[in-house]
């Protein structure tokens, strides 16, 4: 089992940073991955990162590329996503998961999300 637990949400303004952690506790897995999804008011939960267990290898979403960082601490079994300026069109529940496999976004546990908003 893994539990995962996400913090760092908030609500901020156009163009200000925030900075998501996701600790995560139990086994996990050298192959995998973590990622991170998000979900707006109406619209289906969306991959906007991830980052390999191992190696460190990263991919996201295009509409993030440039502007968000994820990055981790195996010392402390921590995902971070560093965002930067942000849009309105950030706004989302952000939930941490943990991938069975850092090239899929098929994800065997998952947080309870922390809430980001973004004012214009």
């Known amino acids: 089992q893994v539990q995962l637990v996400e913090s760092g949400g908030g609500l901020v303004q156009f163009g200000d940073s925030l900075r998501l952690s996701c600790a995560a506790s139990g086994r996990t897995f050298s192959n995998g991955g973590v990622a991170w999804f998000r979900q707006a008011p109406g619209k289906e939960r969306e991959f906007v990162s991830a980052?390999?267990?191992?190696?460190?290898?990263?991919r996201y979403v295009d509409s993030v590329k440039g502007r968000f960082t994820i990055s981790r601490d195996n010392a402390k079994n921590t995902v971070y996503l560093q965002m930067n300026s942000l849009k309105p069109e950030d706004t989302a529940v952000y939930y941490c998961?943990?991938?069975?496999?850092?090239?899929?976004?098929?994800?065997?546990?998952w947080g309870r999300g922390t809430q980001v908003t973004v004012s214009s």
């Open positions: 980052i390999r267990w191992t190696g460190g290898l990263t």
């Open positions: 998961a943990v991938l069975r496999n850092y090239y899929s976004n098929y994800a065997d546990y």
